[in-house]
């Protein structure tokens, strides 16, 4: 499914009676939905930009244990491309999250309240509003659970999100390749500034089904369940699939890259200069490690054209 702004919004209202079990306090007395109910309650940021027309895209990753990343030193190469990306890569080397589940650093990141006042019903705004009061078309593409984006009142100018509805309650989304397409159009798009953002589901469990075939560098052995995972035998298996998940991502961070560095959009003046910039924000350690890490990855890709 690709739902536009409208059309989201509009499952979204169909959906309030599950939104309303998991975000308390969501709709006012005359039973308005969450999305609506965002919309009355934002305030302006007094966001402006100058300068030439430029591309900001934003990954927010998922599950993504910096110590089973390469670049950051694992012996394992699991991540090829972002180690050869050199000095054109910022890795930040002491980036902490602020929580260790989806539903809760996401709305940190994208609002900026800290976790020991953590509120959803005192959100007024998000980055994504940020971006467009200060003049940038926004998409937001998301392959992930929309109510996480939703719950903290992510409205973009194109709202992407491309699985059925029903693998978010079967828990089966497909492979993040699933947002290319939409990133390509997104990036086709020509005469103004422009803020991107991708939500992914990374290297959530369960791991086996976060990456092809043809990536299965470590071998898993069988089918990785809840069930057999728990098995002492499996430890090393379950490790070994987490490892290809990674590769994945690695794969994934790479069709982003290059197509950013594949823009050429024109700058308002001959002196002014022309930017694509890509930051991927890892946002959870996987669930076999949570109680011990929540260091994330935290990259910053700037090019320039």
């Known amino acids: 499914m ?4 409208g059309g989201i919004h509009r499952w979204h209202r169909r959906q309030s009676a599950h939104w309303h079990r998991h975000v308390p306090g969501r ?3 005359h039973g308005r939905g969450a999305s609506e109910w965002h919309r009355a ?3 302006p940021y007094g966001a402006s930009r100058t300068g030439p027309e430029e591309v900001h895209i934003l990954i927010i990753g998922e599950s993504a244990r910096r110590a089973s990343w390469s670049v950051y030193g694992y012996e394992r190469k699991t991540t090829p ?3 050869q990306l050199g000095g054109e890569a910022v890795f930040f080397q002491h980036a902490v999250a602020d929580a260790n589940y989806t ?3 996401v709305p940190i990141l994208l609002t900026g309240m800290s976790p020991d006042r953590f509120d959803m019903a005192s959100v007024r705004g998000n980055l994504v509003d940020l971006a467009r009061e200060a003049g940038y078309s926004t998409a937001w593409l998301m392959n992930q659970d929309p109510h996480i984006s939703l719950a903290v009142g992510v409205h973009a100018d194109q709202m992407h999100y491309p699985p059925p509805i029903s693998s978010v309650m079967s828990g089966h989304l497909p492979r993040d390749e699933v947002l290319l397409p939409d990133l390509q159009r997104a990036l086709e798009r020509r005469g103004a500034a422009q803020f991107i953002g991708l939500h992914v589901i990374g290297s959530h469990w369960e791991y086996l089904s976060r990456y092809p075939p043809s990536f299965e560098r470590y071998d898993v052995g069988h089918d990785l369940g809840f069930m057999s995972a728990s098995s002492p035998r499996s430890g090393q ?18 069709q982003v890259i290059e197509r950013a560095r594949k823009l050429s959009v024109r700058p308002p003046s ?4 022309t930017m694509a910039r890509t930051c991927l924000r890892s946002t959870a350690t996987p669930a076999t490690d949570r109680p011990r890490s929540r260091r994330t ?7 320039s054209g």
Do not use: G
């Not at 690709?2 to 702004?5: D, M």
């Open 2 to 5: 690709r739902a536009q702004p």
């Open 41 to 43: 309650s934002k305030a």
């Open 103 to 105: 539903a809760r650093v």
């Open 297 to 303: 990855n935290s990259i910053s890709l700037p090019s």
């Open 27 to 29: 709709a006012d007395a």
């Open 237 to 254: 298996h379950v490790v070994n699939s987490y490892d290809n998940s990674v590769i994945y991502t690695d794969w994934f961070l790479q």
């Open 270 to 273: 001959p002196s002014s200069p």
């Open 81 to 83: 491309f972002l180690e």
